[in-house]
């Protein structure tokens, strides 16, 4: 969508284009209200501003929509879309990587309660597994903090690729 589009379209519509990227009530609610942006810089901003910081509820709520690192979701969806984009750099048909993956998510859910997650675009299946290895040694305080980044880092990015100027 162009940013034009963006800035002039009606606020539901205009949810409905960001709630993807991350799907934060408040998030989307303070993108819509400061419409219109005089740029895709400013909008990415603006984006990025709001996130600062999301709440405990809001980065629960959130997970909730992020499959595992090495599981595609197969629904149609624009979120479940952005996902397989967002994960082409582990290949499934890898079975090394899949199962060092999967064994990966189970220890850190059964020490983190919660899937992993990274901001997996642009990042190869060995970075994701560096990156999963060396977080499960992080206390819950610690993951807390890198888990609402590393969501702001993904929301920013899918509502990059969906905005053009």
């Known amino acids: 969508m162009k940013l034009a589009e963006f800035n002039s379209a009606d606020p539901v519509r205009a949810a409905e284009v960001l709630k993807p990227c991350i799907d934060v009530r408040r998030w989307v609610e303070t993108i819509t209200a400061a419409r219109p942006f005089p740029s895709k810089a400013a909008l990415l901003r603006s984006a990025a501003e ?27 969806t624009a979120e479940a879309s952005m996902s397989r984009s967002e994960q082409s750099g582990v290949d499934p048909a890898d079975a090394k990587v899949v199962e060092a993956l999967a064994q990966g998510n189970r220890d850190y859910e059964e020490k983190f309660g919660r899937v992993f997650l990274v901001r997996a675009a642009g990042r190869t299946a060995p970075e994701i597994l560096a990156a999963l290895k060396e977080r499960l040694a992080n206390s819950p305080a610690e993951e807390d ?21």
């Open 145 to 165: 903090v890198i888990v609402a980044r590393q969501l702001r880092e993904i929301a920013v990015l899918r509502l990059e690729g969906l905005i053009s100027e």
């Open 50 to 76: 709001a996130a600062e910081p999301f709440t405990s509820a809001e980065v629960e709520a959130a997970m909730a929509h992020h499959p595992r690192i090495g599981e595609r979701p197969t629904a149609s």
